[in-house]
């Protein structure tokens, strides 16, 4: 069973940055897609940017050009760069497999106002 841990959250004025870490127990990490999801309030959980085995990016067009997702196998982490937030980025943003495991970690919070 893997086991997931974000942190990395917090409050940002718009136009900010934040970087979210994800450590997973677990060998099979280097052998999945990794994904970054958010969940706003009252909102779908939603998949806003992946990274293939190897390196391969995807990303929402919402935050195409705005965010970085990297991982470091060695250390079965995976990372989310977040520039120039806006509001509209404001969620409990999540990491975990493409498709997603079972088990959900529990989170870190992002929150973007002035």
């Known amino acids: 069973q893997v086991e997931l841990v974000e942190s990395g959250g917090g409050w940002v004025q718009p136009g900010g940055s934040l970087r979210l870490s994800c450590a997973a127990s677990g060998s099979i990490f280097s052998r999945n897609v990794m994904g970054w999801y958010r969940q706003a309030p009252g909102k779908q959980r939603e998949l806003v940017a992946a990274?293939?085995?190897?390196?391969?990016?995807n990303y929402a067009d919402s935050v195409k050009g705005r965010f970085t997702i990297s991982r470091y196998s060695a250390k079965n982490t995976v990372y989310l760069q977040m520039n120039s937030l806006k509001s509209e980025d404001t969620a409990v943003y999540y990491c975990?497999?493409?498709?997603?495991?079972?088990?959900w970690g529990q989170g870190t919070q992002v929150t973007v106002s002035s």
């Open positions: 975990n497999a493409r498709p997603p495991w079972p088990n």
């Open positions: 990274i293939s085995t190897y390196g391969t990016t």
